[in-house]
């Protein structure tokens, strides 16, 4: 019999989850000479001013905060829902475990919409294009989803996924909380995201591998996969949506935005801004046994991630 893996609980660390809480930002507190993003180094030539360079800058967090709402909803909360859907049984005391984590994520999307709130209407930004409400790596995912009939197939999809985004998370969140040049409003929101993440990525660690251990020979080649399809899949930047806050905050058509932002946007630089958002989940990956799969070396191979 395998034994389903340790994982910790809030309760074991002595903590309440963020939504005991509800805090929510709603002041904006600028601090000089501090950002909301990390800035671009080559994009500021064309800002004309400090403030143009600032309001691109809380664009991008509301494209990463439209992300996030869209991760919680479209992502997470979906993989756990389904729990009980899967091929493989899982423990009755970690599926509870599991659901418990629902409320945390949908927290986390109010946190998210209450501060886009305020930064959008402090700058007065708009946060996507009319037609690309849903953000570019959830209709990419969505679509590669639909590819399969199958619903036990479509289940597995869906765990995976959120194994895949819960590995990686912390990480992105970090990048902002560790960044001393951004403003504090911003690290504090990420901080106590993270905070709960910490948790979150224990437990989806603990449900990948079980359900590793689990599958037959055929879902493994399934799962290898998607889990190397999807990593690559969510770490797509959305170039469009970026070409779009900098026509929004400067004086330059859109198509010239497209222009710039592809010209920065290179292949390499791509697959270097990729290597550091994937680097906790390729590593947990590697010690699944996901990497014996050509399946998904071929995959990893072909978007540039060596192996
Ligand atoms: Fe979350
Ligand atoms: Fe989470």
Same mark, same amino acid.
């Given at each position: %019999? ?32 501090? #950002?909301?993003? /990390?800035?671009?180094? $080559?994009?500021?030539?064309?800002? !004309? ?31 756990? @829902?389904?729990?009980? !859907?899967? /091929? ?6 970690? =599926?509870?475990?599991?659901? $418990? ?16 709130? &305020? ?15 849903? /953000? ?14 199958? %619903? ?15 590995? @990686? ?30 948790? =979150? ?5 603990? !449900?990948?591998?079980?359900?590793? +251990?689990?599958?037959?020979? +055929?879902?493994?080649?399934? &799962?290898?996969?998607?889990?190397? $399809?999807?990593?690559?899949? @969510?770490? %797509? /930047?959305?170039?469009?949506?970026? &070409?779009?806050? *900098? ?5 330059? &058509? @859109? ?14 630089? *791509?697959? +270097?801004?990729? *290597? ?9 990956? $590697?010690?699944?046994?996901? %990497?014996?799969?050509? #399946? ?10 060596? *192996?």
């Amino acid at each position: %019999m395998i034994e389903y893996p340790r994982y910790i609980t809030f309760p074991e660390v002595s903590r309440n989850p963020t939504c005991v809480s509800q805090v929510f930002q709603t002041e904006l507190h600028v601090e000089d000479g501090k #950002v909301f993003y /990390p800035a671009l180094p $080559k994009l500021e030539k064309y800002f !004309l001013s400090e403030y143009q360079s600032l309001r691109f800058g809380a664009a991008q967090f509301c494209g990463f905060l439209q992300d996030t709402i869209h991760v919680e909803h479209y992502v997470v909360i979906p993989a756990i @829902r389904d729990i009980s !859907l899967l /091929p493989v049984k899982i423990p009755q005391k970690a =599926h509870m475990d599991l659901f $418990k984590l629902v409320t945390d994520e949908g927290h986390h999307a109010a946190q998210a919409l209450v501060f886009i709130n &305020a930064i959008k209407d402090e700058f007065n930004i708009v946060v996507h294009e009319k037609e690309n409400k849903i /953000p570019l790596f959830v209709r990419e995912l969505e679509k590669q989803k639909n590819n399969y009939n199958d %619903m036990t197939k479509r289940v597995l999809f869906n765990m995976l996924i959120g194994v895949v985004t819960e590995t @990686r998370i912390s990480r992105e969140l970090g990048a902002f909380v560790h960044n001393k040049n951004i403003i504090n409003v911003v690290r504090d929101n990420c901080r106590s995201h993270q905070a709960d993440e910490a948790i =979150h990525c224990s437990q989806f660690m603990a !449900l990948g591998k079980y359900t590793w +251990e689990l599958f037959s020979e +055929e879902q493994k080649e399934f &799962a290898a996969e998607v889990y190397a $399809k999807t990593t690559i899949a @969510r770490s %797509m /930047p959305d170039v469009s949506r970026i &070409a779009f806050y *900098l026509s929004q905050t400067t004086n330059i &058509a @859109r198509e010239e935005c497209d222009k710039i932002i592809n010209s920065i946007y290179t292949k390499d630089f *791509l697959i +270097e801004e990729m *290597l550091v958002s994937i680097s906790s989940t390729i590593n947990f990956l $590697k010690k699944l046994g996901v %990497m014996e799969y050509k #399946v998904a070396r071929d995959i990893f191979t072909q978007s540039g991630v060596l *192996l």
